[in-house]
């Protein structure tokens, strides 16, 4: 069985940050895929710590985007 779940990664200093929401799980690395592989392995640690059943069921399909605004 495969869960999707959102990544979000935004560049932090010289690191890049990923985190996935639906977890609240953090992780970081030096370049993004690093960052997505490392988010990779402290999802699937929840996982294991937590078990499946501790997966919140998805409402809907999240939508991510962005806007400007002049200030």
């Not at 010289?14 to 030096?30: F, H």
């Not at 993004?32 to 294991?48: G, H, P, S, T």
């Amino acid at each position: 069985m495969t869960h999707k779940f959102s990544v979000l990664i935004t560049k932090e200093k010289n690191w890049y940050v990923a985190r996935c929401p639906e977890l609240d799980v953090t992780s970081q690395g030096k370049t993004i895929e690093k960052a997505k592989v490392n988010l990779r392995e402290a999802v699937e640690l929840y996982i294991e710590s937590f078990g499946i059943e501790s997966i919140p069921k998805p409402k809907s399909e999240p939508i991510w985007t962005t806007m400007e605004i002049e200030v």
